[in-house]
């Protein structure tokens, strides 16, 4: 194959694709990056090879926002396989073990999930981003290696029972971030007293976005040109819609872009807000204590 020309073009937003299965984040990275011949792009949170679904990728200056995007709750559709346990807790690794059915009844399983939701404690699977050493877990767990790892609080909000058939579990789960479903499949089928492991995972959601286009879409799209590409990105500001915004005088968005921090009279709370000048969004910046807000992340358009 040919060695892809190196590109560079200034655009900015961010693109909502549904991963397909089978290749890795990083790799739907690189396509959507070729595909808007983008300068700089970057994903928010990995989805596993096997998984499908919403992997937001920002573009642009809006990899400063990626932060942001990778905080945010989630939505997921994991269709969970009872009775069989797997070195990397999916249908990827190898069986290690399997386990009869017994006794277990929707009604049972109703209840069993039900002790899952709010913060739960996890400890990470061995094959995951997470880095040890500056090493990710998976590429120790595959030299086979174990990695004691330290476990950590989640939130799971609901978890809706939305078929159990042929001893597939299918659940329907709305969590915070750093949430690892494959290993809420398996401490549930431990729970169960079967095991389990994930057949498919499908990320529905992420934040207050749903839609999401394909990569075969995307690839279609790309024919038409890199307008017709820019039209589906959302902008930045709408990517952080649930934040709050200021409009500053030219003064004050002067000393804020050269890193001055800027009093208000106005009550604003604590925490991030947007900062702009007129219609142009300058940064990222956060209300302080005291009412003054320091810049943060200025963005170079």
């Not at 990626?66 to 070195?87: H, I, P």
């Not at 069993?112 to 998976?138: C, D, H, N, R």
Request: proline share 2%; charged share 25%; glycine share 8%.
């Amino acid at each position: 194959m040919s060695k892809r020309r190196r590109i560079g073009r200034n655009v900015q937003g961010v693109i909502l694709l549904d991963k397909p299965s089978g290749i890795s984040s990083n790799a739907a990275l690189q396509e959507v990056k070729y595909l808007f011949q983008a300068r700089k792009a970057g994903h928010t949170g990995s989805l596993d090879s096997l998984a499908t679904g919403l992997l937001p990728i920002c573009l642009g200056e809006a990899t400063k926002i990626s932060q942001f995007l990778l905080d945010a709750d989630k939505r997921y559709v994991a269709e969970c396989q009872l009775g069989v346990k797997t070195t990397t807790g999916d249908s990827e690794g190898e069986i290690i073990e399997t386990r009869a059915i017994e006794g277990i009844d929707r009604q049972l399983i109703d209840s069993t999930v039900k002790k899952f939701i709010g913060e739960i404690s996890q400890v990470p699977p061995m094959y995951s981003a997470l880095k040890y050493q500056g090493q990710p877990l998976y590429k120790l767990a595959r030299q086979g290696k174990t990695i004691e790892r330290k476990s950590r609080a989640v939130t799971i909000f609901y978890i809706q029972v939305l078929d159990f058939i042929d001893n597939k579990l299918t659940l329907q789960v709305h969590c915070s971030k750093g949430t690892y479903i494959r290993t809420l499949a398996e401490d549930i089928g431990e729970f169960l007293g079967c095991g389990a492991s994930i057949n498919a995972l499908h990320r529905i959601q992420v934040g207050g976005f749903c839609d999401m286009i394909s990569l075969e879409n995307l690839q279609n799209q790309a024919e038409q040109g890199t307008q017709a590409l820019d039209n589906l990105l959302i902008s930045i500001d709408k990517a952080l819609n649930h934040i709050q915004k200021k409009v500053f005088s030219d003064e004050e968005a002067h000393r804020l872009q050269q890193g001055q921090t800027v009093c208000v009279s106005e009550h604003l709370k604590t925490g991030w807000i947007k900062l702009f000048r007129g219609d142009d969004l300058l940064g990222m910046g956060q209300v302080l204590p005291d009412g003054c807000i320091a810049p943060k992340r200025l963005f170079n358009f």
